[in-house]
């Protein structure tokens, strides 16, 4: 039985059933063995980081989490620095090759509900654990995993533990990308902004980029919290984003939002409108284009929007289509840097990044650019956004999901069926590189893949309306299920 399972980004589970202190004693072993056998590392540094989850502590209590993973490294010889307080995980990435760790260990379970933990790693590039990496420690865990507890004895080794801050370098980092790659100023944040970090370590952050705004700052769940103040964390929940753009409405402005970890982002325009991470990009995109700052490729997955292959098209861009995970994007911004030309990523749940920046997805990278651009060019988001639908058809998406116990991805891979037929469409064609991806004639497409992080099938359909995306949704669950 495989105790430990690495998804799209690391090992999460059920707090005290899937995910417990044995599971993360093992995996630290792993991470120990890896870099000491693998890698050759004689003497390996590691930044351990956190949000605000349940066993996440600040001050390592024997019996939390941090306290486990850090014990157990420091008894095998790995030197441990730890964040003095919570830490967003595109500030560990940075850190970590900033500051020239061998790899970033990060307990969080992202957006997932409160009763979730989990820990992540990133490489010594900051970029997400390749699956070559997270493969070979996940079959060192489930090997020891039997054996892993913690030892007391080592207790003594945590006095060695050094405890840092990296938010205010973090902040620089971002003001130096905005001004030296798009040429743009730190946002001042004049009038109103309702900024929601969802009770996670997204708060000081945000707390030091915005104490100098010269406008109103109005926050939504800014004390840390491991209930989240009794919400689902995901700041693209449907209550949770109705009650942000109802917000941004009522006080006509823009409003964000970030998940536990930080890593994902959510924008309101002016007018209560959500606006999506492919139409940010596209935003970003025009800004460049329209300022003589070239981009030689945006990457995407396959579930993102056809929006981004469309401003691709439209300006020349290399257009990159990659499996789901922020990870598959980590080669594509490493070459691009390399070369000092300019990539875009980006992930329909809320990843974003650039190549002059982390190589993991970030939460407050995105959201600066577009108050940035806006600042720059005096146009409020909403404004923004619809030059971007005056140029490109709309696109309309919908996501759902089925427990992975009504239907497995081998049983919807195998299905000798007409799609045609179900769906009403022709179809053009069916991709199963990461699931199960259909596109059809007209451009619309509708994709089916495990969660990787929960025992669920995703569903994703877009559509130039949202009828059509909802009844791509609908047949699919109705015919396989």
Not at 21 to 40: F, G, P, T, W
Not at 288 to 307: G, Y
Not at 409 to 415: A, G, S, T
């Amino acid at each position: 039985m495989a105790h430990i399972q690495f998804g799209t980004s690391g090992h999460r589970g059920i707090i005290g059933a899937t995910f417990t202190i044995q599971h993360l004693v093992a995996i630290s072993l792993a991470i120990a063995n890896y870099l000491k056998k693998e890698r050759k590392i004689k003497s390996p540094r590691i930044l351990l980081g956190y949000d605000t989850r349940t066993g996440n502590s600040v001050h390592l209590e024997e019996g939390s989490y941090t306290h486990a993973v850090a014990q157990t490294l420091l008894s095998q010889g790995v030197a441990v620095d730890v964040c003095d307080t919570p830490t967003p995980t595109p500030a560990i990435s940075w850190a970590v090759h900033a500051f020239s760790y061998n790899c970033g260990v990060i307990l969080t379970a992202s957006h997932n509900p409160p009763n979730y933990n989990g820990i992540k790693i990133n490489d010594a590039n900051g970029a997400p654990a390749s699956p070559d990496m997270t493969q070979w420690i996940q079959t060192e865990a489930n090997a020891m995993f039997e054996v892993a507890t913690l030892n007391k004895k080592h207790t003594p080794l945590m006095k060695h533990v050094t405890k840092i801050n990296v938010h205010n370098g973090f902040v620089d980092h971002l003001s130096h990308v905005l001004h030296n790659h798009f040429n743009l100023t730190f946002p001042s944040f004049s009038g109103t902004h309702i900024i929601d970090p969802k009770c996670g370590a997204a708060i000081d952050i945000w707390r030091i980029i915005t104490q100098h705004a010269s406008g109103t700052i109005q926050w939504k769940n800014d004390a840390p919290s491991a209930d989240f103040n009794f919400e689902l964390p995901d700041p693209t929940n449907q209550k949770n984003l109705s009650e942000l753009k109802a917000d941004c409405k009522a006080s006509a402005c823009v409003g964000f939002a970030n998940d536990p970890d930080a890593d994902r982002h959510v924008l309101v325009d002016e007018n209560g409108n959500h606006v999506s991470p492919e139409k940010i990009t596209a935003i970003v995109a025009s800004y460049c284009i329209d300022n003589a700052i070239p981009v030689t490729s945006i990457a995407s997955t396959l579930a993102n929007s056809s929006l981004v292959r469309s401003i691709c098209n439209l300006h020349g861009i290399d257009f990159k289509e990659t499996k789901i995970g922020f990870k598959y994007f980590s080669q594509l911004l490493k070459q691009a840097k390399s070369q000092h030309k300019l990539c875009l990523a980006v992930e329909s749940s809320g990843g974003f990044s650039v190549s002059f920046h982390t190589l993991d997805k970030c939460g407050f990278l995105p959201i600066l650019l577009i108050l940035a651009i806006m600042q720059k060019t005096k146009k409020s988001l909403a404004q923004c956004s619809a030059e971007i639908d005056a140029v490109h058809r709309p696109f309309f998406f919908v996501e759902d999901a089925l427990p992975s116990s009504k239907i497995t991805l081998n049983q919807l891979l195998d299905h000798q069926v007409s799609f045609d037929d179900i769906f009403g469409e022709s179809v053009d064609g069916i991709n199963k590189n990461d699931g199960l991806k259909i596109t059809f004639s007209n451009s619309d497409w509708i994709l089916c893949r495990p969660s990787g992080t929960e025992p669920l099938i995703r569903i994703y359909a877009e559509s130039s309306s949202v009828e059509k995306a909802q009844h791509y949704v609908t047949q699919m669950k109705q015919h396989f299920c």
